[in-house]
């Protein structure tokens, strides 16, 4: 069966470190990829998406993300991150095969002043 | 342009009582979905509708029924609410398969005592 893995649940970083967050998909052929972010008591908003192409993928307030099928991964980075990044952060897979998202439990991001 | 539109944004129900929670987008996308979402857990599909007249169960669809009143409504119905149905519910929409690039309400917090 299809699967999206965050393996962390929280991770905190230092205003203006880099970061790093982690997502591993299983599925036999390319999927779509996506990450969302969540604020506070908010819905969800689209950070980036990769269908095809250049695998390096640049989305809203300064994130991009890289495709490594070797990898199955799609890891999100920022080279420097602000208070306003906390938040929780899902990685979603689309399937070909039908209309739905599989998503991941999300990693939450804490930001050390 | 409101985007994806929930009411109510709270709700407090006691076991057994029954309720309706509303959804509505001005996108005009064809695709349209209910989410629940829960600690750790992601988000849950519990029923999608790919397009006018259409409705199809999710990954957690017991206890729940949906209608797709019009292109642009779709509704969520808790029957006969339980302590396990506990949630904030999102509601999302997107342009059909184009990209399964989906646009999320600002949720509804649901708890049944």
């Known amino acids: 069966a299809q699967s999206v893995t965050q393996p962390d649940i929280h991770i905190t970083v230092s205003e203006g470190a880099s970061l790093e967050l982690r997502c591993n998909y299983s599925?036999?052929?390319?999927?779509?990829l996506f990450w969302y972010v969540q604020s506070p008591g908010q819905g969800l908003q689209l950070l980036l998406k990769?269908?095809?192409?250049d695998t390096l993928v640049q989305g809203i307030k300064g994130f991009e993300a890289e495709f490594k099928r070797s990898q199955s991964s799609f890891n999100l980075r920022k080279p420097s991150v602000h208070w306003s990044d906390a938040a929780e952060y899902f990685c979603?897979?689309?399937?070909?095969?039908?209309?739905?998202?599989?998503w991941g439990a999300g990693t939450k991001l804490i930001i050390k002043p | 342009n409101a985007g994806v539109t929930q009411t109510p944004k709270f709700q407090v129900l006691k076991t057994g009582q029954s309720m309706t929670l509303q959804c509505a987008q001005d996108?005009?996308?064809?695709?349209m979905y209910w989410y629940r979402q829960d600690p750790g857990m992601g988000l849950r599909l519990i029923y999608y509708?790919?397009?006018?007249?259409?409705?199809d169960k999710g990954e957690v669809p017991n206890g729940y029924n949906v209608s797709r009143l019009n292109k642009r409504e779709f509704s969520l119905r808790l029957e006969s609410a339980a302590p396990s149905q506990t949630s904030v519910y999102f509601c999302?929409?997107?342009?059909?398969?184009?990209?399964?690039?989906?646009?999320f309400g600002p949720g509804t917090r649901l708890t049944v005592t």
């Open positions: 599925y036999g052929a390319t999927p779509y």
């Open positions: 996108m005009n996308h064809n695709s």
């Open positions: 999302a929409s997107s342009e059909a398969r184009v990209a399964y690039e989906q646009y």
């Open positions: 509708s790919a397009s006018e007249g259409t409705t």
């Open positions: 990769y269908f095809s192409g």
């Open positions: 979603a897979v689309g399937l070909d095969s039908n209309y739905q998202l599989i």
